[in-house]
């Protein structure tokens, strides 16, 4: 076991490797050599020189930014003598993901006999050129006048769906923990779905955690009853957040979120949160991906194809995207970069065998090439970003972003304090300890609470929401770092629709009270939740 100064240590070995394989060093590097090579500067000052034109040049800001988001994604821990265990600690876990993810390959390939469809196949040449000279329409007509859609899209089945998800979540099981209570143990989740023991926040906690958004705080986008008029908050936040862009320092970006993106600067503030900068490498990069989408087509295209039709194109929201939303998806599908994220994932990305060497190891790749396989609803991940991106480029590398950083935790089962079984517990807790009344009606009535909100917590309530409110919900994910915001909001939601709830006596019934959320007010709600009691 390696001593705390050892892990120190280590860590920072591996930052050092990080900066050294990234392009900043390159670019930094770059510069450094530009001002050594300069007339005015004496050789006896020449590092205090290059160090001053440096950080003038904003490069000593670029290069706090750079280690700000490798500890953010990258927690200092010993290692593991077992590589999974850094993924996933909790054997019980691991296992249910892998049985997860064999069921997941299983619907896929039952698609690919039963349709006698491939994985993959090369576009023929025309085809090719028919899909580049109409990439920026691919949502125009029906799917009959897209000659490189292969196959009628009516027979493509998503390979899962939130519902079925939640079963396996909800079949989560840890014996150790169950012959606990066979011994006398507490049930801390009695009436709750979820029964597996998982560290989580105390609503105390959570009110220190987003004390920014305490209800004697102006939020941005709310006409708060607070003593500053709305128009004196609006004039002192922008000219605030001029400062903070022009800073360019992604903590300052962050801690000026936590009230709210003006709606003019959130594009520019997110990618400052994030550390997304896209130059021309990633301009070039993303034409690469557009060209493998061009020449091969995979099962995967007819799969985002078919989920963007059921989802985005019948929202009224998000209908006019349907163009972008094909951009961004496609290219991803095939962007190995996405791979990363596997390295501290529970999950592991799926591979398939080159036809005739099925089972034979050096003969298997990653299938798709990003280790994704969407679900039903995946494409309303991007959906919310089209009304803040512009550019297709910039709009394609924050969704890789938020999808690398926050989105996949939402559909991989794993003890991670930010993972869909620790927020889904969240949920079901905070209920219970503030709505009891109402969960055990619900409960008494046949309708499991999360049976309801899951879908919720799965898509970060993108489809679900007014567009504004979600990108207000996102703003608090960003600038909090975290995706325990979702669950309080479910909570929320709930409460606020106490009185006809407490009404019903079917799940159906629970599920049409709850089956139009488009009208709420996103921040309200949440100060409600979190500070009202």
């Known amino acids: 076991m390696m001593s705390s100064d050892q892990v120190a240590e280590q860590f920072v070995v591996d930052l050092l490797h990080f900066l050294k394989s990234s392009r900043l060093y390159t670019d930094l590097f770059n510069a450094a050599q530009s001002e050594a090579f300069k007339p005015s500067i004496r050789v006896s000052e020449l590092r205090k020189g290059v160090q001053t034109a440096l950080v003038s040049g904003g490069w000593d800001r670029k290069l706090r930014n750079a280690i700000y988001h490798y500890l953010n994604t990258h927690p200092r821990q010993p290692p593991q003598p077992d590589p999974e265990h850094n993924k996933e600690p909790l054997l019980y876990m691991r296992k249910a993901q892998q049985a997860w993810e064999k069921k997941i390959l299983k619907s896929l390939n039952s698609m690919c006999t039963e349709l006698n469809i491939p994985l993959a196949r090369r576009r023929p040449d025309r085809e090719q050129k028919e899909m580049s000279s109409r990439w920026t329409e691919l949502g125009c007509d029906g799917p009959d006048d897209k000659p490189w859609i292969s196959f009628n899209l009516s027979q493509i089945r998503p390979v899962y769906a939130p519902k079925d998800f939640l079963e396996v979540v909800a079949g989560l099981q840890n014996s150790n923990y169950q012959n606990s209570l066979a011994n006398g143990g507490s049930f801390y989740n009695f009436w709750g779905t979820i029964q597996v023991p998982i560290k989580?926040?105390?609503?105390?906690?959570?009110?220190?955690?987003?004390?920014?958004?305490?209800?004697?705080?102006?939020?941005?986008?709310?006409?708060?009853?607070?003593?500053?008029?709305?128009?004196?908050?609006?004039?002192?936040?922008?000219?605030?957040?001029?400062?903070?862009?022009?800073?360019?320092?992604?903590?300052?970006?962050?801690?000026?979120?936590?009230?709210?993106?003006?709606?003019?600067?959130?594009?520019?503030?997110?990618?400052?949160?994030?550390?997304?900068?896209?130059?021309?490498?990633?301009?070039?990069?993303?034409?690469?991906?557009?060209?493998?989408?061009?020449?091969?087509?995979?099962?995967?295209?007819?799969?985002?194809?078919?989920?963007?039709?059921?989802?985005?194109?019948?929202?009224?929201?998000?209908?006019?995207?349907?163009?972008?939303?094909?951009?961004?998806?496609?290219?991803?599908?095939?962007?190995?970069?996405?791979?990363?994220?596997?390295?501290?994932?529970?999950?592991?990305?799926?591979?398939?065998?080159?036809?005739?060497?099925?089972?034979?190891?050096?003969?298997?790749?990653?299938?798709?090439?990003?280790?994704?396989?969407?679900?039903?609803?995946?494409?309303?991940?991007?959906?919310?970003?089209?009304?803040?991106?512009?550019?297709?480029?910039?709009?394609?590398?924050?969704?890789?972003?938020?999808?690398?950083?926050?989105?996949?935790?939402?559909?991989?089962?794993?003890?991670?304090?930010?993972?869909?079984?620790?927020?889904?517990?969240?949920?079901?807790?905070?209920?219970?300890?503030?709505?009891?009344?109402?969960?055990?009606?619900?409960?008494?009535?046949?309708?499991?609470?999360?049976?309801?909100?899951?879908?919720?917590?799965?898509?970060?309530?993108?489809?679900?929401?007014?567009?504004?409110?979600?990108?207000?919900?996102?703003?608090?994910?960003?600038?909090?770092?975290?995706l325990e915001i979702l669950p309080v909001l479910a909570v929320a939601v709930f409460s606020f629709r106490k009185t006809n709830l407490m009404k019903v006596q079917t799940y159906n019934a629970a599920e049409a009270v709850l089956a139009d959320v488009t009208t709420l007010q996103v921040v309200p709600l949440l100060q409600l939740a979190l500070f009202s009691k």
């Not at 600067?265 to 493998?292: F, H, I, P, S, T």
């Not at 078919?306 to 998806?329: G, H, I, M, R, S």
């Not at 679900?375 to 999808?403: E, N, S």
């Not at 991989?412 to 889904?424: E, F, M, W, Y």
């Open 200 to 482: 989580l926040k105390s609503i105390n906690q959570l009110r220190v955690q987003y004390s920014e958004m305490s209800i004697s705080q102006s939020q941005t986008g709310v006409d708060d009853m607070s003593d500053i008029p709305s128009d004196a908050f609006d004039t002192e936040r922008t000219k605030l957040g001029s400062k903070v862009l022009s800073n360019c320092h992604a903590p300052v970006a962050r801690e000026f979120s936590k009230k709210g993106c003006p709606t003019w600067m959130r594009a520019q503030l997110w990618c400052q949160m994030l550390g997304v900068e896209v130059d021309e490498v990633d301009v070039l990069y993303y034409e690469q991906l557009k060209n493998c989408v061009l020449q091969h087509d995979l099962l995967v295209d007819n799969l985002l194809y078919k989920d963007v039709k059921l989802t985005a194109t019948n929202d009224d929201q998000y209908f006019v995207f349907e163009d972008y939303l094909y951009q961004v998806l496609l290219p991803f599908s095939r962007d190995t970069v996405v791979l990363k994220h596997f390295q501290h994932n529970s999950a592991t990305p799926p591979k398939s065998y080159i036809r005739g060497k099925l089972g034979v190891e050096e003969f298997a790749v990653v299938y798709p090439p990003n280790g994704v396989i969407p679900f039903h609803g995946f494409a309303m991940y991007v959906a919310p970003l089209c009304y803040v991106y512009k550019d297709v480029v910039t709009l394609y590398y924050m969704f890789r972003r938020m999808y690398t950083q926050y989105f996949f935790r939402l559909h991989s089962v794993s003890s991670h304090p930010q993972g869909i079984v620790a927020l889904s517990l969240l949920f079901e807790t905070l209920l219970q300890t503030h709505e009891p009344e109402l969960f055990f009606h619900l409960k008494s009535v046949g309708c499991q609470p999360l049976k309801i909100a899951f879908k919720w917590l799965m898509r970060a309530f993108s489809g679900f929401l007014a567009s504004d409110q979600v990108l207000l919900l996102w703003d608090r994910v960003l600038a909090f770092d975290s």
